[in-house]
């Protein structure tokens, strides 16, 4: 199957054509303060409700406020929005009444999506988990026990997931590094960045039963991208024994795209051999849902980073499967995310802590100065494509933030 041609010529030739069409929620100056659901093409902005009216369709799902509806509709009319909004696009006898419905990219305000139900982040990277446990605990085995059986999780707070392009204030919490004799209390002094990559729910499931592998794509509707922003003197200080809380909560910021899963078929890959037998519902052997993102980290515009996701241990079905095996249910709009992206090399390493190891290596910066951890008014910006049909790229256009006192 060829990719189809849109109309709109440009969109052809951009990683944002009609093989991605990715959804968001804008407004725009013609309605201002009005949230619509967009659907981006090329460099422009399908406004999708006012299209599926002028063209004489069901419009209710796509004339909301927010990608919920959609999402919790389930896959086979997730199908069937994305069939239709291709044919309007490539029809001709369709251009007149949407050229109009069409907003620059520039002229629009980009929203958070959808309203985000729970969320969890995951430790998928071998690397990263091997070079935290190498940093934070010297002359132990760097992974823990637990870590080739289980993806290992935390659940995070929902209400401080913000969009793209939301300032990050610097938190204050209690630090203690281990020379300390007690802990003081302050704004972070080691704030840094995770690189991962977010799955958003759409489909819930019920309470008692599990979502095995080959349920993801019945549940799952699409893909984010996702700054895990950590405080980590605030989270060495308080993560044991329970894990996570007050170094991350503060926020995680979202890519405003969510590329559909549909997009990704040609992005998926074989995660990496495992090297110990895994029980039979995370035994992914045949629903192997790695994926081929490159992904770009910059900092204050100078890249810093080239993550490679397909070199995740743990896909997120199997990070699905683990999440409800115990009979946890899905609801709309749940979000999980990746677990920071750190490949092999040092130079695809997804956080400033691995890549200036602890502080140890600071980088240089082309305007001569140089950081370990973050400094205020620093801008961190993630960006990544995946390969599309007829190669083609699938874009997830970028999350970015910069740090205010
Ligand atoms: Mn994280």
Same mark, same amino acid.
């Given at each position: 199957?060829?990719?189809?041609?849109?109309?709109?010529?440009?969109?052809?030739?951009?990683?944002?054509?009609?093989?991605?069409?990715?959804?968001?929620?804008?407004?725009?100056?013609?309605?201002?303060?009005?949230?619509?659901?967009?659907?981006?093409?090329?460099?422009?902005?399908?406004?999708?409700? &006012?299209?599926? @009216?002028?063209?004489? =369709?069901?419009?209710?799902?796509? #004339?909301?406020?927010? !990608?919920?509806?959609? *999402?919790? +509709?389930?896959?086979?009319?997730?199908?069937?929005?994305?069939? &239709?909004?291709? @044919?309007?696009?490539? =029809?001709?006898?369709?251009?007149? #009444?949407?050229?109009? !419905?069409?907003?620059? *990219?520039? +002229?629009?305000?980009?929203?958070?999506?959808?309203?985000?139900?729970?969320?969890?982040?995951?430790?998928?990277?071998?690397?990263?988990?091997?070079?935290?446990?190498?940093?934070?605990?010297?002359?132990?085995?760097?992974l823990?026990?637990?870590w080739k059986h289980?993806?290992?999780?935390?659940?995070?707070?929902?209400?401080?997931?913000?969009?793209?392009?939301?300032?990050?204030?610097?938190?204050?919490?209690?630090?203690?590094?281990?020379?300390?004799?007690?802990?003081?209390?302050?704004?972070?002094?080691?704030?840094?960045?995770?690189?991962?990559?977010?799955?958003?729910?759409?489909?819930?499931?019920?309470?008692?039963?599990?979502?095995?592998?080959?349920?993801?794509?019945?549940?799952?509707?699409?893909?984010?991208?996702?700054?895990?922003?950590?405080?980590?003197?605030?989270?060495?200080?308080?993560?044991?024994?329970?894990?996570?809380?007050?170094?991350?909560?503060?926020?995680?910021?979202?890519?405003?795209?969510?590329?559909?899963?549909?997009?990704?078929?040609?992005?998926?890959?074989?995660?990496?051999?495992r090297d110990v037998?895994?029980?039979?519902?995370?035994?992914?052997?045949?629903?192997?849902?790695?994926?081929?993102?490159?992904?770009?980290?910059?900092?204050?515009?100078?890249?810093?980073?080239?993550?490679?996701?397909?070199?995740?241990y743990?896909?997120?079905?199997?990070?699905?499967?683990?999440?409800?095996?115990?009979?946890?249910?899905?609801?709309?709009?749940?979000?999980?995310?990746?677990?920071?992206?750190?490949?092999?090399?040092?130079?695809?390493?997804?956080?400033?802590?691995?890549?200036?190891?602890?502080?140890?290596?600071?980088?240089?910066?082309?305007?001569?100065?140089?950081?370990?951890?973050?400094?205020?008014?620093?801008?961190?910006?993630?960006?990544?494509?995946?390969?599309?049909?007829?190669?083609?790229?699938?874009?997830?256009?970028?999350?970015?933030?910069?740090?205010?006192?």
């Amino acid at each position: 199957m060829t990719t189809p041609r849109s109309w709109l010529a440009p969109a052809n030739d951009s990683p944002f054509g009609l093989h991605n069409l990715p959804y968001g929620v804008f407004t725009a100056g013609d309605r201002p303060g009005r949230r619509r659901i967009g659907v981006r093409v090329g460099d422009f902005v399908l406004d999708a409700g &006012a299209a599926a @009216r002028a063209v004489g =369709e069901p419009s209710v799902l796509l #004339d909301a406020g927010s !990608l919920n509806p959609l *999402l919790a +509709a389930g896959r086979p009319v997730w199908t069937e929005v994305r069939a &239709a909004l291709t @044919r309007w696009l490539t =029809e001709e006898a369709h251009r007149g #009444d949407l050229s109009p !419905l069409l907003l620059p *990219l520039h +002229a629009v305000e980009l929203h958070l999506p959808f309203e985000v139900a729970d969320y969890v982040d995951f430790y998928a990277s071998e690397h990263h988990a091997t070079n935290l446990g190498r940093i934070l605990r010297p002359g132990s085995e760097p992974l823990t026990p637990n870590w080739k059986h289980l993806p290992i999780g935390y659940h995070g707070r929902s209400g401080t997931v913000v969009v793209s392009g939301t300032p990050v204030v610097r938190p204050h919490g209690q630090r203690k590094a281990p020379a300390d004799a007690a802990p003081s209390f302050g704004p972070t002094r080691r704030l840094d960045i995770e690189a991962e990559v977010g799955f958003v729910v759409g489909a819930p499931s019920a309470m008692g039963t599990p979502v095995t592998l080959d349920g993801f794509r019945e549940h799952v509707f699409g893909v984010c991208l996702v700054n895990d922003w950590s405080a980590r003197d605030i989270q060495g200080w308080e993560y044991v024994p329970l894990g996570p809380f007050l170094g991350k909560s503060f926020a995680t910021s979202l890519s405003p795209w969510i590329v559909p899963l549909d997009a990704l078929e040609h992005a998926r890959v074989t995660a990496p051999a495992r090297d110990v037998e895994l029980l039979p519902y995370l035994d992914d052997r045949d629903e192997p849902w790695g994926l081929d993102l490159a992904m770009e980290i910059r900092l204050n515009g100078h890249l810093v980073s080239r993550p490679p996701f397909a070199s995740m241990y743990w896909t997120a079905a199997q990070q699905l499967a683990h999440m409800t095996v115990n009979g946890a249910s899905l609801r709309t709009g749940d979000l999980f995310a990746s677990g920071t992206v750190s490949g092999p090399e040092p130079e695809t390493r997804g956080a400033l802590i691995e890549l200036t190891w602890n502080g140890e290596n600071p980088l240089k910066l082309p305007d001569g100065s140089t950081r370990t951890f973050l400094e205020n008014d620093d801008e961190v910006t993630i960006t990544a494509t995946a390969p599309g049909p007829d190669g083609t790229a699938v874009g997830f256009g970028e999350v970015t933030g910069r740090i205010v006192p």
